[in-house]
């Protein structure tokens, strides 16, 4: 069990450094002199374009890693909610290539909402 506690500290570590560099490149981003080269700007504007699973995505990682319930209602398990989770996203991205339709903030919101409500229900990390 010492190794257990070891990788999860491991892990944290990652973690964290991975937001350190992540909050240093978008300070970074933030006092360069392009505009509109913010990761959230560059991920807005692929969603409004072609690739709107990108709000379902993020409100799915979301819901698994800060809300979850404890009890799987469900009963999928680990491996299936995420199979369905990249299924729905190939599905989404084939949509947004062949379908072209307009994509305003109110239905990428719809999107964020319904994938928080995915990760907190199927895809919960406190299983």
Known sequence: MENMGEAYRLVTYIMAGFAVVYVALEIVLNLNEVDNDTS???LFEAAKDKLFFIPFGLGAIMGHLFL??????????????????????AIMTLIGFKVPFKKPVWFLSILLILGLFYGHLFWSMNF
Do not use: H, M
């Open 40 to 42: 959230n700007i560059i």
């Open 68 to 89: 979850g319930v404890k009890t799987d209602y469900f009963g999928l398990g680990d491996g299936l909610p995420v199979i369905i989770l990249f299924s729905l996203a």
